[in-house]
């Protein structure tokens, strides 16, 4: 038996975000076992034809709490995949099988990503403290 991602695509013209009509266009990826060992994320076909122009080798993936992720995209043979920085965003957020990320395109190679676990919930998102020391002398 042979385990895919499963993907949607929705127009999100009509669709009601924090009260707000989002006319931003977003893909769902379901996240399997088999795909989190691979240490990247295949983004759907459909919606590279439709918005892959609009893409730089670059992502940004800005989380609700702020942060925001620098992942590489590659593309070959007609696919795209999020690379390099990927398996670190994964790491951070302790992403399991079958969480599910929502993507919303916001343009100019931006994604804001929502996380929900198997709970079917969206996650608390760890905030990345970073302490630094200095010496006096």
Do not use: C
């Not at 670059?58 to 992942?71: D, E, Q, R, T």
């Amino acid at each position: 038996i042979q385990l895919r991602s499963i993907i949607f695509i929705f127009n999100t013209s009509s669709m009601v975000v924090d009260n707000e009509i989002s006319g931003f266009p977003s893909f769902i990826k379901i996240i399997l076992a088999p795909r989190l060992h691979l240490q990247k994320l295949e983004i759907s076909g459909k919606f590279m034809e439709r918005y892959g122009g609009n893409l730089s080798d670059m992502i940004h993936l800005s989380i609700p709490s702020g942060a925001v992720w620098k992942v590489k995209l590659v593309r070959k043979k007609g696919k795209a995949w999020l690379e390099e920085g990927w398996p670190e965003f994964v790491n951070f957020y302790s992403i399991l099988h079958t969480y599910v990320l929502k993507f919303t395109f916001e343009g100019t190679s931006r994604f804001h990503v929502i996380i929900m676990s198997n709970s079917a919930s969206e996650i608390e998102y760890p905030v990345d403290i970073k302490i630094t020391t200095t010496t006096q002398t």
